[in-house]
């Protein structure tokens, strides 16, 4: 039987498949990893707009580009002479004020793409604006360190870009009892009885092995691993509250999961922005106050560090339907307990000095907080994961 037909016939809704019992020997989950760090990547996904979220409040250009949707300094929590945050980030300035919050301006890259969907890949692969690859940057850690599936999970159905290595793939799993259930031996049962005739020559078993023994152990794992841990903090019932509910679960077990993904869309705020942003941002912040105090409450937010991104900021004019357009370069928002720079790593955009589009130009590109993260927290060349070399910030 060819390889494309055995899939067909033996695909289900989850994208898994029957693991024999003879292959069962294979199973192994790796005792040791490589650090027991681990990051939480959120994306606010849509484009943020950053310049709404930490406001130069004394910039009299700020408010001539921005007539409508200007955000005032009495609609701001003051964090500076010059600089407000967004009064719906107010349950992040506890993390502030402790000097666990650090935030980076003027993050993005060279010849930026203004499309959603390239500038998402560029942000997931790492990639420069011209290049176009088909395995993530977290995707081809978890092949530079030959790790289990486990180490990387996107609390998700889907798997992102990010998390696609050439030979490894980190999880999707929104719930770890639901892909323990649906990976019970009874159901594959059903599905090898059905396909009982079906000949498994080298180049099927060896894809069956590569596809499935991992996911089927990963699943008995994290089952086993959370199903004591349960969380007793009052998340926000939304589907980022639930996500983050389930990655605090994940840490707070132990689990040998090393890099975490979860995503907040809604940001693409081309009309009536004000009220949108508003809402989102409320919904952002509350639910990394809850899921930094849990962390706390266990003592592992020692071991954690959460980088927060869009995959471009907004345009520096607003237009004419009370919202913004696409723009560049962003603010990125760095979570820590042991951080070495806190509240501000560098200045705000200057904006008497845009691009010849109006947007905002870029002083640090992101795959420099890649780098230090790779580097200084998963212990790991950045050249091997990036394909080249870049520098280190100096936030951890």
Do not use: C
Request: proline share 3%; hydrophobic share 35%; charged share 20%.
């Amino acid at each position: 039987m060819k390889r494309r037909d055995f899939l067909k016939q033996t695909t289900f809704a989850s994208g898994m498949f029957f693991v024999p019992q003879f292959l069962k020997t294979f199973e192994q989950i790796p005792k040791e990893i490589s650090s027991y760090k681990k990051v939480v990547i959120i994306q606010l996904k849509g484009g943020n707009d950053g310049l709404n979220t930490i406001v130069p409040f004394r910039n009299d250009i700020y408010y001539q580009k921005r007539q409508n949707i200007a955000l005032q300094k009495n609609e701001l929590i003051q964090l500076t002479d010059n600089i407000g945050l967004h009064k719906s980030l107010q349950p992040l300035q506890n993390l502030y004020d402790n000097g666990f919050l650090n935030i980076i301006n003027n993050v993005g890259y060279p010849n930026p793409n203004l499309s959603h969907f390239r500038s998402t890949d560029i942000w997931q692969t790492a990639s420069d604006s011209n290049q176009y690859l088909q395995n993530g940057w977290v995707g081809r850690y978890l092949d530079y360190t030959k790790a289990n599936p486990t180490k990387a999970i996107e609390v998700d159905e889907a798997l992102s870009l990010m998390l696609k290595g050439k030979t490894k793939n980190g999880l999707a799993v929104t719930d770890a009892k639901s892909l323990h259930n649906s990976l019970r031996e009874p159901f594959y049962k059903n599905v090898i009885t059905a396909n009982k005739d079906a000949h498994l020559n080298e180049h099927n078993l060896g894809y069956l092995y590569n596809t499935m023994i991992d996911a089927k152990s990963s699943a008995k794992y994290i089952f086993e691993k959370t199903k004591v841990k349960t969380t007793a903090n009052n998340y926000p019932k939304n589907s980022f509250g639930k996500q983050l509910k389930t990655i605090s679960q994940f840490i707070n077990s132990g689990l040998e999961t090393q890099v975490f993904y979860a995503g907040l869309t809604g940001f693409d705020t081309h009309a009536n922005q004000q009220n949108t942003q508003t809402r989102l941002l409320k919904t952002y912040a509350e639910s990394m106050a809850v899921f930094i105090n849990d962390l706390q409450k266990n003592n592992t937010f020692k071991d954690v560090l959460v980088l927060t991104f869009s995959e471009f900021g907004r345009r520096v004019k607003q237009n004419d339907s009370r919202g913004t357009d696409h723009g560049t370069a962003n603010n990125v928002f760095i979570m820590g307990q042991n951080l070495k720079q806190q509240g501000f790593y560098n200045k705000l955009p200057d904006l008497s000095n845009l691009d010849k589009n109006g947007n905002l130009k870029h002083e640090i590109d992101f795959r420099e907080i890649y780098a230090t993260i790779l580097d200084k927290w998963l212990a790991v060349d950045n050249k091997a994961i990036l394909n080249k070399k870049f520098s280190n910030l100096n936030f951890i």
